[in-house]
Nanobody, 123 residues
Framework: QVQLVESGGGLVQAGGSLRLSCAASGRAFIMSWFRQAPGKEREFVARINWSSGMTNYADFVKGRFTISRDIAKNTVYLQMNSLKPEDTAVYYC???????????????????WGQGTQVTVSS
């Protein structure tokens, strides 16, 4: 069983930065960030392979967001720069024991979820 706890959300002006953290009680092979805006489906943001450090990103965050992990702290981070109002959403950390080659963008591929942290970007 893997338990995930997110932190670091808040209110920031457009162009600003935030760093989200996801502390894990266990070890999942793949750790990802998703987000969900009001009235929209949950969407994939980024993922990292815990062992290799290999990363993947959604096109809409490439060059602005960076996912990383601290093995000693068992924590995954999402550094978000150049934030836009459309980045406003609840951000969720998710964990999977399987390294899917394609399905990793699907929420159903992840059995472990955090409670979410709100990110609000004002214009």
């Amino acid at each position: 069983q893997v338990q995930l706890v997110e932190s670091g959300g808040g209110l920031v002006q457009a162009g600003g930065s935030l760093r989200l953290s996801c502390a894990a009680s266990g070890r999942a092979f793949i750790m990802s960030w998703f987000r969900q805006a009001p009235g929209k489906e949950r969407e994939f943001v980024a993922r990292i392979n815990w062992s290799s450090g290999m990363t993947n990103y959604a096109d809409f965050v490439k060059g602005r967001f960076t996912i990383s992990r601290d093995i000693a702290k068992n924590t995954v981070y999402l550094q978000m720069n150049s934030l836009k109002p459309e980045d406003t959403a609840v951000y969720y950390c998710a964990g999977s024991l399987i390294d899917y080659s394609k399905e990793y963008t699907e929420p159903n591929a992840y059995p472990y979820w955090g409670q979410g942290t709100q990110v609000t970007v004002s214009s």
